[in-house]
């Protein structure tokens, strides 16, 4: 048995594949100490399946210990060494404002104080010649410092080691005694751009020792059970590499639900998507045109990270996002969110109005579908919340100030969505919305319709679609070198990327990985001579072409008669695992019949909305909004110019009426 198991703001969801059949359940989330949620959740799945921890063969965990450290700042006390002279880099940046035209506006402080900023003297040039030497006494010097300093981990970030790391190894063997973690920046990132690099560096040991403690716990409590985890690329890795390299696991929750997305999306045979994932505490939003996009220049909490990250955008809209009235009297929701813990008013514990007890008072959040009805909701909680809000006389009733935060939340997140599509350049009626999580199917066909998105897939399980993703998953590794100042002869690249190759098929397969199951996919960053920033390409014999062709495509020009400058060469190994099987159905010649009709307040007005059971539905099954279709894991809203037909792969496909499959207007018969 493999289980997935992935830990968000609100609930935990763990995906079991026994014997070839999908099982789900959610656990409330315990921030404090998330292993408690999943050793808990364990204990259900082994109880419902009368096992134990031996039959589990593996667990890939997606988990925001991560995420959340650097979000909040409560990582490891950490040192940055780096070449004397050069110690404000972080400080320094860019030279770039976050808003241009704010005149008040102010960057965050660095992650470490300036004392824990320390200079050595030591000079590599640009070609790898090492100009100057570290001095023993020096170094001996500098164990001393940081041991007074009490650090818990070391970043080491020196001046064009990606050309030559030799003095970093020296640091690194100097500073082992101090018994702390160490990142050298040319094993993190061994790549030009001392900013981008020394953050990426700098993050990852200050998050090293936070994922080496949960992650041995988490794996002293599933021994011997295998455990892996999710990184932002979209791949997995073993515990050992998350733990030294935690930097690679910062989006390891949202990849998780791209990953799945996106496979179930073509399995149904859509290539372009708009990856919807709303929970309870943000939405994260993603395009593909074909396959998983990912980006080298990120960013987190307003620092870069450089490693491969899947480009996704990410919103405080959720359905514990919390609703008030500000101080001008306009409504806002979010990004404060009620989490797991006290969670919504109708969780039965929470004192703020959220999301979810909007669409609870709207009629759209059944309480006998919440989690198989294992978690009462208490709707009859909402009310004094609802009239503090109403006291103003601004909304007639409660229904108008539930809509209203509906039509808020809404308006954040289809700003998430034209930022990745329409201000990219994508027409986004060539694209199909792929809604997961736990809210992602009660806003989704609303949002389609304000973006001109013709249609929204609703896969099975959506509100743990993450967790699925994460055994739909490969193992994958990505390596890279920096040629710039080199020659970019084809001999040049082929040797380099050779290198990386054999490093590549070395680390996996050491992870168990036959030759036979590994991919290799290779990639250039190449610029014009004179430019500052590079694109990525595929490498292969007619690269200089491809690259004329996707500067053509992005910036609407280019110039074949320029010299071509190889910035970095990259390479990307995956490790083919086996994937759960996923079922298909029969067309069904039947009509549903609903569970019954309930009342739903939409467009200022009350109707009368059909109630059906989504796991009563099959192949062929066309259900008319309004209508609410409900499972253990989300809810969708079908509204009521829509209809919702049923694939024959389960997915629910929302269009409006009298649209086809391809989103276009159906021909009527004469």
Same mark, same amino acid.
């Given at each position: 048995? &493999? ?6 703001? %609100? ?9 070839? &059949? ?55 006390? !950490?040192? *940055?060494?780096? +070449? ?26 660095? *992650? ?11 000079? %590599? ?75 990426? +560096?700098?993050?990852?040991?200050? /998050? ?5 403690? $949960? ?33 690679? !696991? ?32 943000? !939405?994260?939003?993603? /395009? ?62 929470? %004192? ?18 919440? *989690? ?14 609802? &009239? ?57 066909? +609303? ?22 993703? /994460? ?10 070198? +920096? ?51 590079? *694109?990525?390409?595929? $490498? ?9 062709? %996707? ?37 069904? &010649? ?81």
């Amino acid at each position: 048995m &493999r289980i997935g198991i992935d830990t968000g703001g %609100t609930f935990t969801d763990f995906v079991s594949i026994r014997e070839g &059949r999908i099982e789900i359940l959610k656990e409330p989330s315990t921030p404090q100490a998330p292993e408690q949620a999943i050793l808990k959740g364990l204990d259900r799945v082994k109880t419902s399946g009368h096992s134990d921890i031996e039959s589990i063969a593996e667990i890939v965990h997606g988990s925001t210990v991560a995420t959340n450290a650097l979000l909040e700042r409560k990582g490891a006390r !950490t040192a *940055l060494v780096t +070449t004397a002279g050069f110690e404000d880099v972080l400080i320094i940046g860019r030279q770039t404002r976050p808003d241009l035209y704010d005149i008040f506006t102010s960057r965050l402080p660095p *992650l470490i104080d300036d004392s824990l900023r320390v200079g050595v003297r030591q000079r %590599t040039f640009h070609d790898g010649t090492n100009a100057v030497e570290l001095s023993q006494t020096e170094l001996r010097d500098l164990v001393s410092r940081l041991r007074r300093a009490k650090v818990e981990s070391i970043a080491v970030s020196l001046l064009f080691s990606f050309q030559n790391p030799s003095h970093e190894l020296q640091l690194r063997d100097a500073l082992e005694k101090l018994k702390v973690p160490i990142s050298l920046s040319s094993v993190i990132l061994p790549e030009y751009r001392e900013y981008e690099r020394t953050s990426t +560096t700098l993050i990852n040991a200050y /998050l090293a020792p936070v994922m080496s403690r $949960y992650l041995g716990r988490l794996e002293g409590e599933l021994s011997p059970t295998r455990l892996r985890v999710m990184q932002s690329n979209g791949g997995t890795v073993k515990t050992e590499t998350a733990v030294a390299e935690p930097v690679r !696991t910062i989006l390891s929750g949202p990849a998780g639900g791209v990953v799945g997305a996106l496979s179930l999306a073509q399995r149904a045979g859509y290539s372009k998507i708009i990856t919807f994932d709303m929970g309870g505490t943000s !939405t994260d939003v993603a /395009l593909f045109d074909g396959a998983i996009r990912v980006s080298h220049e990120g960013e987190v909490g307003g620092m870069p990270i450089g490693i491969p990250m899947m480009d996704i955008h990410t919103v405080g809209a959720g359905g514990g996002s919390i609703a008030e009235v500000d101080a001008g009297g306009a409504l806002r929701v979010g990004p404060e969110s009620a989490g797991a813990e006290p969670g919504p008013i109708c969780y039965g514990t929470g %004192t703020a109005f959220t999301v979810t007890d909007a669409n609870v008072i709207l009629g759209r959040l059944l309480p006998r579908f919440f *989690l198989g009805g294992s978690m009462r909701l208490a709707p009859e909680r909402i009310g004094p919340a609802l &009239r503090r809000m109403t006291a103003t006389g601004q909304w007639k009733n409660v229904e108008s100030l539930a809509a209203g935060v509906i039509d808020v939340v809404n308006n954040n997140m289809e700003q998430a969505i034209r930022l990745i599509s329409i201000e990219r350049g994508h027409d986004v009626r060539e694209f199909t919305l792929v809604c997961f999580g736990g809210g992602g199917a009660l806003h989704a066909a +609303t949002l389609a319709e304000g973006l001109g998105i013709p249609r929204v897939v609703v896969p099975p399980h959506p509100g743990a679609l993450s967790a699925l993703g /994460l055994l739909l998953a490969d193992a994958r590794k990505d390596y890279s070198k +920096t040629l710039l100042g080199t020659r970019p002869t084809r001999s040049n690249i082929r040797k380099a990327l050779s290198g990386l190759h054999r490093e590549g098929l070395a680390d996996l397969k050491e992870e168990g990985f036959r030759r036979k199951d590994i991919v290799m996919m290779d990639f250039m960053d190449v610029r014009y001579v004179g430019q500052s920033y590079e *694109l990525s390409i595929r $490498y292969d014999e007619k690269w200089e072409d491809e690259f004329h062709r %996707t500067h053509e495509k992005r910036y609407g020009h280019f110039d074949p008669d320029s010299t071509l400058e190889v910035v970095s060469v990259r390479s990307t190994l995956t490790g083919k695992t086996a994937k759960p099987a996923m079922p298909s159905f029969r067309r069904s &010649r039947r009509h549903p019949v609903p569970l019954e009709t309930a009342p739903l307040w939409f467009a200022r007005g009350r109707l009368k909305a059909e109630v059906h059971d989504r796991q009563s539905l099959t192949y062929g099954d066309v259900i008319k909004g309004p209508a609410i279709i409900g499972e253990y894991s989300s809810t969708t809203f079908v509204p009521p110019r829509f209809q919702c037909d049923v694939d024959k792969f389960g997915n629910l496909v929302l269009m409006k009426k009298g649209m086809n499959r391809k989103g276009a207007m159906a021909q009527r018969k004469k």
